[in-house]
């Protein structure tokens, strides 16, 4: 068997120091991405979170101070449009309101996250037409449905965060096979050449 000069091994651990550099720093690219993503991801839930304790803050003081307007107005018809023109501070209220739905339907995925739509839609018609509210249970109702189906959201977005992205999971994966691969070799080769 032929030796191999001394030199093919300075060449070859400059190559393999060159490619083991290389892959660390695509490994530190693809680690800084899923870093920053998850920052972005964890504050749109923040966010998200801040919006629907507002909103529903705010529906239920809608809500109540519809059903303090129609006990006090109760010979009064059409209460609805009596009211919203009565409680100038409501249409305020009724503003921030449609804000705080806004923000939170731009946050929300129009496919996977339609329940939610859907409540927010039941929402704006309460709000429209507050006769609808009658005693006020299905408001508090449809607000308490809106709650439990928000924190599964929020509680599917947080574990999503502690996982990490997809191309971070593969990364690490891909990286502890690289190396054992490179471990395994190295036994092999060293145990060959001893």
């Known amino acids: 068997m032929t030796e191999l000069p001394p030199t093919i091994y300075i060449g ?5 120091a060159a490619v083991i550099s290389g892959y660390w720093s695509f490994v530190n690219l693809i680690v800084s991405k899923d870093q920053k993503i998850s920052e972005f991801r964890q504050n749109w839930i923040d966010l998200l979170r801040d919006d629907i304790a507002r909103y529903t803050s ?7 101070a519809w059903m303090a307007y129609k006990q006090i107005h109760e010979n009064i018809e059409n209460h609805g449009a009596k009211f919203l023109l009565d409680e100038k501070q409501e249409i305020q209220e009724i503003q921030e309101i449609s804000e705080l739905s806004n923000r939170i339907r731009l946050r929300l995925n129009p496919v996977n996250d339609e329940d ?8 704006d018609r309460y709000i429209a037409s507050p006769s609808e509210l009658k005693d006020g249970e299905n408001l508090i109702n ?8 928000s924190q599964v959201l929020l509680k599917s977005e947080w574990e999503r965060v502690k996982r990490g992205e997809r191309g971070f999971r593969y990364t690490r994966n891909i990286s502890i096979i690289v190396v054992i691969s490179l471990v ?3 036994i092999i080769w060293g145990s060959k050449h001893a």
């Not at 939610?116 to 929402?123: R, Y």
């Not at 449809?142 to 189906?149: D, E, G, T």
């Open 12 to 16: 070859a651990g400059a190559v393999i």
């Open 58 to 64: 705010k529906l239920l003081k809608f809500q109540t």
């Open 116 to 123: 939610l739509i859907t409540l927010i839609d039941d929402h």
């Open 142 to 149: 449809s607000i308490n449905s809106f709650l439990k189906q």
């Open 184 to 186: 395994i070799l190295a």
